[in-house]
């Protein structure tokens, strides 16, 4: 006999994904396995769950009512099994985190790699993105957000503003000549990121003192990935403004050139965000601790 929540979750990831085959994957079990499970939901309640066809699948009306109400259940099962670690100290278990690519890759896995030091009953399940996550949909325990944050009902602790830099290399600069103020670089490449959720920043934001410099660049290049970006910059094809953290190897070792050093580059927001409506688990709370002692505003 199939465990009756075991089935109502293949049966919701089913639904929101839209096929068994893609359900199998999120879940690691068959495409079949997924299908009894729904089946043994069917035959309990002598009625159809879901209406398939070879192309497509979608609820039936007792399927709506009945997807939105195994919801509920399992939020309310994870919920209630999370009491137990709740109470207890030990931080264990698996943490899902999602953050953007070259925070990910360059600023945050040493702060994953000592937390799973310190705490070896946890495992970190780290999925690097630029595009929106919403956690509770899929099921993230926590996630970084770089950038202004909307309305969205989940916890939200301010950390260090993530910095930028405008650098380029030294065969541009003798080339094209050096910036000497922002309002300069309306006459230079300037190496621009391609965002999976947003448009490219077409406008630099610089400051001196209290005082801002709003210049508007071309980008002929636009690349959504950081190391493409710097090898072009590396390259001598134009001037990138990108991550202090990612860049800083090339610039300390001369192969990049920090351009308009009088002038604060910009930098953005940064967010840890949780879901505020469950109980925190020990994982989670050590895990906000270590990143506000790493990442917290100074």
Request: glycine content about 8%.
């Amino acid at each position: 006999m199939m465990d009756r929540l075991s089935s109502m979750n293949a049966f919701v990831i089913a639904a929101e994904l839209g096929s068994y085959a893609r359900a199998a994957e999120r879940l690691g079990m068959s495409p079949q396995m997924v299908a009894k499970h729904v089946t043994a939901l069917e035959q309990r309640l002598g009625a159809r769950l879901l209406n398939r066809t070879t192309r497509r699948q979608s609820l039936t009306e007792l399927g709506g009512e009945y997807y939105e109400r195994c919801k509920h259940i399992l939020t309310e099962a994870e919920a209630a099994d999370a009491l137990a670690q709740v109470m207890n100290d030990t931080p264990r278990g698996k943490l899902k985190v999602t953050a953007p690519v070259t925070f990910g890759s360059y600023s945050l896995m040493p702060l994953i790699t000592g937390f799973l030091r310190e705490n070896p009953q946890v495992e970190v399940d780290l999925h690097l993105t630029d595009r929106f996550v919403d956690l509770v949909e899929e099921g993230y325990d926590a996630a970084f957000r770089i950038g202004p944050l909307g309305t969205s009902g989940l916890t939200a602790r301010p950390l260090a503003p993530y910095r930028l830099v405008a650098c380029a290399a030294p065969a541009y600069l003798m080339a094209r000549g050096t910036p000497q103020k922002p309002a300069d670089l309306e006459r230079h490449e300037c190496l621009g990121y391609a965002f999976s959720s947003r448009p490219a920043d077409r406008e630099w934001v610089f400051f001196q003192g209290t005082v801002s410099y709003k210049v508007r660049v071309a980008s002929r290049l636009l690349i959504n990935e950081s190391r493409a970006l710097m090898s072009a910059a590396l390259d001598g094809f134009g001037i990138v403004l990108g991550p202090q953290d990612f860049l800083r190897t090339a610039l300390a070792s001369g192969e990049l050139v920090r351009v308009l050093p009088e002038f604060e580059a910009p930098s953005r927001s940064m967010h840890l965000v949780y879901t505020a409506n469950r109980q925190r688990t020990a994982k989670l709370r050590c895990f906000v601790e270590t990143v506000l002692g790493r990442f917290g505003p100074v």
